[in-house]
């Protein structure tokens, strides 16, 4: 399969790896972005795992908190001049109230909620539809999630690219600080044993093809991936991490501390595990010359 030089640039947006290190990966990889981002990590360390912070696709996070009932929204958009849109603001906190009151099943009964604006209505869809056709850009609701449990509820919004809930018992002020921490650290569970099996064998995989390149004895390569998966385990588990606020205590002390419990956290990054097409013509163009003149 042919590398082209639009392929290389989005794998470096990706990692930050240089150039000619994407260019390789990708052709050991047969063009396979994954697999060409998991190579890198092998290579390169950490500093190849950037790709979390470097989503791509555009659009809003909203909140509605409500009497104990809650709800976290991603409404999308193709750029970001329009994410500053007040219309499109509009539709989406308009979004997030009607999941949080009406409870609605899915995208298209979250569409049938009454809502008006500009001139567009009488539903969610309708206006949708309009904002589309009035501003030229595509939107989509992409995801929500609503809170009812009884459970307390706090939230924190990082503008309108991050946002967090956390169902808590206790401190307000605790749990605010944990939604704060949330957004900041990105954990991906509550503890160790709550993360997901399929990111912890791609760390053990990772860890393997390190240690096969260390030409470690086998008992001390056995020893290096356990310690690197169990590093990973404490740094993406929420109790086990650090304190933002406080690095000398973990967020487990902190709540204790405070006589407060986490019983869970939801958060949403705008664009998060959306692929969305790049095409860098002057790349190209720039690959082409280069390659006529080394012809």
Same mark, same amino acid.
């Given at each position: 399969?042919?590398?082209?030089?639009?392929?290389?640039?989005?794998?470096?947006?990706?990692?930050?790896?240089?150039?000619?290190?994407?260019?390789?990966?990708?052709?050991?990889?047969?063009?396979?972005?994954?697999?060409?981002?998991?190579?890198?990590?092998?290579?390169?360390?950490?500093?190849?795992?950037?790709?979390?912070?470097?989503?791509?696709?555009?659009?809003?996070?909203?909140?509605?908190?409500?009497?104990?009932?809650?709800?976290?929204?991603?409404?999308?958009?193709?750029?970001?001049?329009?994410?500053?849109?007040?219309?499109?603001?509009?539709?989406?906190?308009?979004?997030?109230?009607?999941?949080?009151?009406?409870?609605?099943?899915?995208?298209?009964?979250?569409?049938?909620?009454?809502?008006?604006?500009?001139?567009?209505?009488?539903?969610?869809?309708?206006?949708?539809?309009?904002?589309?056709?009035?501003?030229?850009?595509?939107?989509?609701?992409?995801?929500?999630?609503?809170?009812?449990?009884?459970?307390?509820?706090?939230?924190?919004?990082?503008?309108?690219?991050?946002?967090?809930? #956390?169902?808590? /018992? =206790?401190? *307000?002020?605790?749990?605010? %600080?944990? &939604?704060?921490? @949330? $957004? +900041?650290?990105?954990?991906?569970?509550?503890?160790?044993?709550?993360?997901?099996?399929?990111?912890?064998?791609?760390?053990?995989?990772?860890?393997?093809?390190?240690?096969?390149?260390?030409?470690?004895?086998?008992?001390?390569?056995?020893?290096?991936?356990?310690?690197?998966?169990?590093?990973?385990?404490?740094?993406?588990?929420?109790?086990?991490?650090?304190?933002?606020?406080?690095?000398?205590?973990?967020?487990?002390?902190?709540?204790?501390?405070?006589?407060?419990?986490?019983?869970?956290?939801?958060?949403? #990054?705008?664009? /998060? =595990?959306? *692929?969305?097409?790049?095409? %860098?013509? &002057?790349?190209? @163009? $720039? +690959?082409?010359?280069?390659?006529?003149?080394?012809?």
């Amino acid at each position: 399969m042919a590398i082209t030089a639009s392929m290389v640039a989005e794998l470096r947006a990706k990692t930050d790896a240089p150039m000619m290190e994407c260019k390789k990966a990708l052709t050991e990889a047969q063009g396979d972005m994954s697999k060409a981002e998991e190579l890198l990590r092998v290579k390169l360390g950490s500093k190849a795992g950037k790709a979390a912070s470097r989503v791509t696709a555009e659009g809003v996070v909203a909140v509605s908190m409500d009497s104990g009932v809650g709800a976290l929204v991603e409404v999308n958009c193709e750029t970001d001049f329009v994410t500053k849109n007040d219309s499109f603001l509009a539709l989406a906190q308009a979004v997030a109230s009607g999941v949080a009151r009406s409870n609605p099943a899915d995208a298209a009964a979250v569409g049938a909620l009454p809502f008006s604006l500009d001139g567009f209505g009488p539903t969610l869809e309708d206006v949708r539809k309009g904002l589309i056709g009035k501003i030229g850009e595509n939107m989509s609701v992409r995801r929500f999630k609503r809170f009812a449990s009884g459970r307390k509820l706090a939230a924190y919004l990082h503008g309108t690219r991050i946002g967090v809930v #956390v169902e808590y /018992e =206790g401190d *307000e002020a605790a749990a605010k %600080d944990v &939604a704060m921490h @949330v $957004a +900041a650290m990105k954990p991906v569970s509550l503890t160790s044993a709550d993360v997901p099996v399929e990111l912890i064998d791609r760390e053990r995989s990772v860890a393997t093809a390190k240690a096969a390149e260390s030409g470690k004895p086998a008992e001390i390569a056995a020893k290096m991936i356990e310690g690197s998966v169990q590093k990973f385990l404490k740094e993406v588990s929420l109790f086990n991490q650090p304190f933002v606020k406080n690095d000398k205590q973990t967020v487990e002390q902190m709540l204790k501390e405070k006589g407060t419990q986490v019983l869970g956290f939801t958060l949403y #990054v705008v664009g /998060e =595990g959306i *692929e969305k097409k790049v095409d %860098d013509f &002057a790349a190209e @163009v $720039a +690959a082409q010359v280069a390659a006529a003149k080394a012809a």
